[in-house]
């Protein structure tokens, strides 16, 4: 009997009494309300429009919370049992702004339509299960306000972030990514998949041992990703240059460093040693065709130029280890 109403820990929806559902739906607003004031907060330097949209969400929750708090009192007393999302089975769950950081436009802008759409649904279920008259209207008319938040957020988004803001505020997103993200990740994966064709090409011709060949591989590969990442963390902190976080650009030149070399490393774990320089090549051009795209996909750099600074690079440093491995 007891499993029917408690499960891990949790009650069914279906269990809970007017009063409860009221006392859930208060928690509820109060919570959405502090997400809204979260991502304001988190986007305001960078993004001041879709701030400001996030506040006045945030005030239409509190005016939600003061209507229901009014009903309880009326209702039910000044006591408002204790009762939150995760104390329900099956309730709806939010993610607080930390765990969905860094904060984009696009992703905050989808979290808090989501976020509607999931309250509108409740006000919806609760509303059905209502007895009372002055509560099935407010909680009806809560589920209205909900899903008629996403037209709202539309309309906050026209007047707080016209299109020209809006333009804005992503082409500072856009550039913030490639600051952080791309170039310190794009020089890493260059420096890995071309710095280290020599070396492991060298070693592949001089000793025609695959296994060695990888060994050279795997500790060029991993050395020169801890290298790339610590001197990219540690030479610009990020805060006059803008280039963001100086721990994510480290682990993203890093960790693209060390997979440019290990690309054309780990074929050598095949023994057959033309059979794995075969796969090893054809994995240089493909590394190479990678940067080449990255280059011109973000930094907008000519397909020509790309190509012929990449491949030219790649084929002088490629040729320089076949040559040294055979001599």
């Known amino acids: 009997m007891l499993s029917r109403f408690f499960t891990g820990g949790r009650r069914p929806f279906e269990s809970l009494s007017e009063q409860e559902v009221l006392a859930l ?22 993004y001041p429009g879709t701030a400001t949209m996030f506040e006045e969400m945030a005030e239409e929750e509190h005016e939600h919370r003061g209507r229901l708090i009014a009903l309880h009192k009326k209702r039910f007393g000044d006591t408002i049992p204790l009762i939150r999302r995760e104390h ?10 930390w765990l969905v950081r860094p904060l984009g436009l696009e992703k905050t802008r989808a979290i808090a339509a989501d976020m509607e759409r999931q309250a509108h649904n409740f006000y919806t279920a609760a509303a059905a299960r209502s007895a009372d008259a002055d509560t099935r209207k407010l909680l009806g008319d809560l589920a209205l306000a909900e899903i008629g938040h996403v037209r709202k957020a539309e ?10 803001v809006k333009a804005e505020e992503e082409a500072s997103e856009r550039r913030q990514f490639i600051l952080t993200y791309v170039q310190p990740g794009l ?23 695959t296994w060695t060949t990888f060994l050279v591989g795997l500790s060029a590969s991993m050395g020169a990703g801890i290298s790339m990442g610590f001197t990219e963390a540690a030479h610009d902190d990020g805060k006059i240059s803008g280039r963001g976080s100086p721990i994510k650009r480290g682990f993203a030149s890093g960790i693209m460093t060390a997979l440019g070399g290990l690309g054309h490393a780990l074929p050598y774990l095949i023994p057959q040693f033309w059979t794995a320089t075969t796969i090893a090549a054809a994995i240089v051009v493909v590394e190479l065709f990678v940067i080449t795209w990255i280059q011109n996909r973000y930094m907008e ?23 040294i491995g055979n001599a």
């Open 25 to 46: 739906a208060i928690s509820s607003e109060e919570d959405d309300a502090r997400i809204y004031l979260a991502y304001a907060d988190g986007l305001r330097a960078d």
């Open 88 to 97: 329900v089975l099956g309730y709806y769950e939010r993610k607080p702004d």
């Open 155 to 164: 309309h906050y988004e026209k007047t707080h972030v016209p299109t020209d």
């Open 187 to 209: 020089a890493g994966l260059m420096d890995g998949s071309v710095s280290t064709l020599a070396p492991i090409f060298a070693t592949a011709f001089a000793t025609q041992n």
């Open 301 to 323: 750099t000519p397909w020509l130029r790309a190509a012929l600074q990449v491949l030219l690079g790649g084929a002088l440093v490629f040729l320089t280890g076949v040559l």
